[in-house]
């Protein structure tokens, strides 16, 4: 049973930051890890990935430059630096993992199957 629980959601002002991290209940230095998010009547979108190595990244355009994945293998934990948050990162963020090891394909969305429930992000204008 894959358990991945996500923490550091709040409300703040556009031009803010916030850190999102999810813990894992098993180790995760072999999986590829992303951040995915969905707002209200929108579909989910894959906002960041990270390689397993930590050695690549991947962002959704809207987010390049705002946003930086981490990944701590210690502590099975992968962390979000949200940075100038606007109004329309206004959503319900995700962390998942893959179900298969070293996939490498950590900027696919198909790439993951296991998902968290989730921590509310909310930027008012």
């Known amino acids: 049973q894959v358990q991945l629980v996500e923490s550091g959601g709040g409300l703040v002002q556009a031009g803010h930051s916030l850190r999102l991290s999810c813990v894992a209940s098993g180790r995760i230095f072999m999986y590829d890890m992303g951040w995915f998010r969905q707002a209200p009547g929108k579909e989910r979108e894959l906002v960041a990935g990270i390689k397993w190595s930590g050695g690549g990244t991947y962002y959704i355009d809207s987010v390049k430059g705002r946003f930086t994945i981490s990944r701590d293998n210690v502590k099975n934990t992968v962390f979000l630096e949200m940075n100038n948050l606007k109004p329309e990162d206004t959503a319900i963020y995700y962390c998942?993992?893959?179900?298969?090891?070293?996939?490498?394909?950590?900027?696919?969305?198909?790439?993951?199957?296991?998902w968290g429930q989730g921590t509310q992000v909310t930027v008012s204008s």
């Open positions: 998942a993992r893959p179900g298969v090891a070293y996939a490498s394909t950590w900027d696919q969305a198909y790439t993951y199957q296991y």
